[in-house]
């Protein structure tokens, strides 16, 4: 898979809400209730990344979430990350 252009990455950041573009990695953070509640949503994340063979990088201290998603093997944003990134999205709301 072939990494987007910056050109190509900035109007489809409008699909995404709460998520930013930068260092080559589209980004988010997300505060839960607590721990159970962050670590549920994190456990849907990762069945779902698993099934996309698309991992995130993440940082989780109690009910704080961050995420960044880009593909390495592309060092940069392609299509998966939109499509986790989506999947992200509808898991938390």
């Not at 809400?17 to 589209?26: C, P, Y």
Request: hydrophobic content about 40%; charged content about 30%.
């Amino acid at each position: 898979m072939k990494a987007l252009t910056e050109l190509q990455i900035r109007p489809r950041m409008k699909e995404l809400e709460g998520w930013e573009f930068k260092n080559d990695a589209l980004h988010t953070s997300f505060e839960f209730k607590d721990f159970k509640d962050t670590f549920s949503v994190m456990t849907r994340i990762a069945f779902e990344a698993e099934k996309l063979q698309h991992h995130p990088n993440w940082c989780n201290v109690y009910n704080y979430l961050e995420i960044s998603l880009s593909t390495h093997d592309a060092n940069g944003v392609t299509e998966k990350d939109f499509e986790l990134a989506k999947i992200i999205d509808e898991l938390v709301s």
